[in-house]
């Protein structure tokens, strides 16, 4: 990889993203609006997804979690596209897209998605890149058209229907599905937005977080992906099942990061990853929640670029 990076130094963004680092959303936010002047529409799989590309080369392709959108790369895109040709995109009902609603919306309809975008784009092969929900989204794509991958990396998936086969795991299913998923669900076929977010962030974040611990622009990012939440809390199936032995009999590079502060159920599912995936590398980010591609960006784009130079 060193080689190939000094090469390169020579030519001219849970289930959800809820535990917002404060201090850096301002500049993530100036950010953002830099990076929308970049943003194309691609047409595909009856949806309009907002994506933009920086960098030549090799593609990698960011895949935003739950909560989140294209912003959720912002500290990515620069070091990057230094070395690669980046394709960050939001999905189908997240910012800014403005799609339909369907009723059985889930990661499969994501992962066509990405196929779409990807025929759109005359994108073959790629590096894939997904994190929490959008995880989850990449796994379904991995299983389907392995072909079309040159590595995989995953952020703490959210493979939450492996859970009841992991000893303690059905009981911390059953928390996320009373305390959080089914309220959340049911705050939003009422139309009560901002109630949704609150029960989404006592479970994450404690209990009151949502008034109490973030402040109004941090409302706003949330706020501004609360149609991707009600398509995934209200949906008939939001969390396919993902079969183990196709996640076995894939033999694509693979990367697993998870965060050494993450909640229980998730790392529960990255440890039954690791085993069933024996042959993944895997990388632990100090003193990182699941949202450390936020709290701890550095160390997970160094770790992802590292991993990403090897294959």
Request: proline content about 7%; some cysteine.
């Amino acid at each position: 990889m060193r080689k190939r990076l000094k090469k390169k130094r020579q030519l001219p963004v849970l289930l959800c993203r809820l535990l917002l680092p404060f201090g850096q959303l301002a500049a993530q936010e100036a950010d953002a609006d830099r990076f929308s002047a970049l943003l194309k529409i691609a047409a595909v799989n009856g949806v309009e997804l907002h994506y933009f590309q920086s960098g030549t080369g090799v593609p990698v392709v960011l895949i935003h979690g739950g909560l989140g959108d294209y912003r959720e790369w912002n500290a990515q895109i620069e070091p990057f596209s230094q070395y690669y040709r980046v394709l960050d995109y939001s999905r189908r009902y997240n910012y800014p897209n403005d799609n339909p609603e369907r009723p059985d919306h889930s990661a499969i309809v994501e992962a066509r998605d990405l196929v779409a975008l990807l025929d759109a784009l005359t994108l073959e092969r790629v590096h894939l890149v997904g994190y929490s929900y959008g995880g989850l989204t990449a796994l379904f794509f991995a299983t389907q058209h392995p072909e079309r991958l040159r590595s995989l990396t995953l952020a703490e998936p959210a493979i939450m229907k492996w859970l009841p086969e992991i000893p303690g795991g059905q009981a911390e299913l059953d928390k996320f599905m009373t305390t959080m998923w089914r309220p959340a669900g049911e705050a939003c076929r009422k139309e009560q937005p901002e109630t949704a977010l609150r029960i989404a962030c006592d479970y994450f974040a404690g209990k009151g977080s949502y008034d109490n611990k973030f402040p109004p622009e941090a409302r706003r990012a949330l706020m501004s992906n609360i149609r991707e939440w009600k398509a995934l809390t209200t949906s008939q199936d939001a969390f396919p099942t993902l079969d183990r032995e196709e996640v076995r009999g894939l033999k694509v590079p693979t990367l697993l990061i998870t965060g050494e502060k993450t909640l229980t159920p998730l790392r529960m599912i990255i440890e039954e990853l690791s085993r069933v995936m024996p042959a993944a590398e895997r990388v632990t980010i100090p003193r990182a929640t699941h949202d450390m591609w936020l709290e701890e960006p550095e160390a997970c784009g160094k770790a992802t670029l590292s991993f990403l130079g090897r294959h």
